[in-house]
């Protein structure tokens, strides 16, 4: 069975740090391309990051450029997400995913609430 958990969200200031993390497991980490999205009440999921197999190409959404970043760790099976000078359009619930290799499903995580406010 597949678990993607997601942690490290909260309340936070304008212009703070989080740093969130995602722990798979019961699929083959190294090779899943991982990914956060995020949703904003009111709004569409959206793509913020993704990174590629090896780790070596991460890619970011517009909004996401210049603060966020993703990075990964195949053995302990895990992807964070570090977001910088958090801003309050960040406001959102952040969801892990993976994308196995292949043409199975992809699974998602429960989320994690970042609230950015004074």
């Known amino acids: 069975q597949v678990q993607l958990v997601e942690s490290g969200g909260g309340l936070v200031q304008p212009g703070g740090s989080l740093r969130l993390s995602c722990a798979a497991s019961?699929?083959?980490?190294?090779?899943?391309?991982m990914s956060w999205y995020r949703q904003a009440p009111g709004k569409e999921r959206e793509l913020v990051a993704l990174i590629s197999i090896g780790g070596l190409r991460p890619n970011y959404a517009d909004s996401a450029k210049g603060r966020f970043t993703i990075a990964r760790d195949n053995a302990k099976k895990t992807v964070s997400l570090q977001i910088n000078n958090l801003k309050p359009d960040d406001t959102a619930v952040y969801y892990c995913k993976a994308k196995p290799v292949g043409t199975g499903p992809d699974y998602w995580g429960r989320g994690t609430q970042v609230t950015v406010s004074s």
């Open positions: 019961g699929l083959t980490f190294s090779t899943a391309v």
